[in-house]
């Protein structure tokens, strides 16, 4: 027997849908269930603009519904049950069943369907905040607890001191020389080196006079935090915020930190020629670009995963309206 669902939005059109599916009972056999689609966010959604929407079988019927049309679909839809059940497919007969029962893994999915943004902002906030608390560790003597969050943020991140912010000391950055900032203490002169050696400049994690250097480079840092303030945007709208299109992603967040990185990495060469210019980017410059990159990415990233954990509600909510109903 072939199930009817229909999703109405007010009383007048379930008793619409009643009574025309009332007068073809006699005739034609089904179960039906109607939905109320207005103590429902996502079914809201999904049927505000079609109510009534009825679901017979695989087949669809919304808007304006009229008895004859509803009785050529139901016809159709119970030919091809029969055909289906006489081939014996088995797998018909399970997606029917499995249809009827709510599985601990429809659960868990409705669960992180709704869940999700909480668990990025609060591994985006876990990301961001543990390597300010590795200088935090080296400045009260606790080097186990401190090295282990360097150790784990390593390969993740170049580490390198004369990119990174430091705490607790004399500035909250050395840059090279070459990024000619002025009026600050260089890298080179707090190492005492003229050629900068990567190796230590990675290693180096401070000292008392220096501050201690976070686990994270200045633009990981940006980029990061920047992803976490509009995934908090993004809740606080009631997350309706449009993705953005591709080319304004490239154009706004891949293009400017591309320049501002690409441009610099020569500078980490031994030897170059001479013809070969230098440069060497600034905080400011790897904070703006990074925060470019992360809140765009985010921009573009988030809303799409909305829409893809929004279908997912939908199906599973439908799913619970409709074994609820069936047990009524």
Known sequence: MINIIAYVKNSEQRIHISELLNKLSSELEFNLQIIDISDSDELTKKYEDSTPFVKIGPYTLSGEVFEPNLRMTILAAQDRDRQLMNVGDNRYEQRIEAGKTITKLDKVSLWLSKSYIWLMIFFLSLYVGLPFLAPYLLKIGAQLPANIIYTIYKPLCHQLAFRSWFIMGEQAFYPRSAAGVEGVLTYEEISNQTVINIREAQKFKGNEFTGFKVALCQRDIAIYASMLIFGLLFV??????????????????????????????????????????????????RTITGSLFGFFTAWYLFPLIEESMLETRTIITEKIKYVKSLKE
Do not use: C, H, M
């Open 236 to 285: 606080l709208t009631g997350r309706k915020i449009k993705s953005i299109k591709w080319y304004v992603w490239v154009a706004i967040a891949l293009v400017p930190i591309g320049l501002d990185g690409v441009s610099q990495l020569p500078g980490l060469a031994n030897s170059l020629p001479d013809w070969l210019p230098v440069r060497e980017s600034n905080p400011l410059l």
